[in-house]
Antibody, heavy 119, light 111 residues
Framework: EVHLVESGGGLVQPGRSLRLSCGAS????????MTWVRQAPGKGLEWVAF??????????EYAASVRGRFTISRDDSESIVYLQMNSLTTEDTAVYYC??????????WGQGTLVTVSS | QPVLTQSPSASASLGASVKLTCTLN???????IAWHQQQPEKGPRYLMK???????TKGDGIPDRFSGASSGAERYLTISSLQSEDEADYYC?????????FGGGTKVTVL
């Protein structure tokens, strides 16, 4: 059974950094692209970033709203995907979900971790 | 970049059917999409992928009451025999080589 478990969320001041982790199990982690999606309070889903599998170069793509501030990475030996978030603003307050991708779509989701950016 | 349009809300009676629409923008009308369900206070759940020819592939454990279809640039999700637990937000998602895109979501109310 596929499991994705996010961690690392919390309260952080504007301008500071935070790193989210997502541990995966139940599938061959290295075979899949992985993605981060966020949801601000009362809002819809917003894609943040994804990282391709090593077979596709392990390259990364970002939404314009986070490009240059956030970095997605993966550790295939530990089945973990990370999201390093720098220069956080109040607009980054959201529940952050990690997801497994298959063919572009997110076919499994984690339960989410809340990031609150506030002074 | 692809863009997806969804109606903000839909409703139907318990036991009835509801059909949700997700429309792809010009230039991306032949793309596949995925449907996701988000029940109140829960994380999203993958329902299915719908291709331009109407074929669809459901996620693990998704009931037969959920089905997908396509017509032109429109992708559909039909929920039959509506249950109270189907009251949720439904998002469509699409993708190209560099982007992932979500529609604004449709809130389904079971009357």
């Amino acid at each position: 059974e596929v499991h994705l478990v996010e961690s690392g969320g919390g309260l952080v001041q504007p301008g500071r950094s935070l790193r989210l982790s997502c541990g995966a199990s139940g599938f061959t982690f290295g075979d899949h692209a992985m993605t981060w999606v966020r949801q601000a309070p009362g809002k819809g889903l917003e894609w943040v970033a994804f990282i391709r599998s090593k077979d596709f170069g392990g390259t990364t793509e970002y939404a314009a709203s986070v490009r240059g501030r956030f970095t997605i990475s993966r550790d295939d030996s530990e089945s973990i995907v990370y999201l390093q978030m720098n220069s956080l603003t109040t607009e980054d307050t959201a529940v952050y979900y990690c997801g497994r991708e298959t063919g572009g779509s997110t076919d499994y989701w984690g339960q989410g971790t809340l990031v609150t950016v506030s002074s | 970049q692809p863009v997806l349009t969804q109606s903000p809300s839909a409703s139907a009676s318990l036991g009835a059917s509801v059909k949700l629409t997700c429309t792809l923008n010009s230039g991306h009308s032949r793309g596949a999409i995925a449907w996701h369900q988000q029940q109140p206070e829960k994380g999203p759940r993958y329902l299915m992928k719908v291709n331009s020819d109407g074929s669809h592939t459901k996620g693990d454990g998704i009931p037969d009451r959920f089905s997908g279809a396509s017509s032109g640039a429109e992708r559909y999700l039909t929920i039959s025999s509506l249950q109270s637990e189907d009251e949720a937000d439904y998002y469509c998602q699409t993708w190209d080589n560099d982007n992932r895109v979500f529609g604004g979501g449709t809130k389904v109310t079971v009357l």
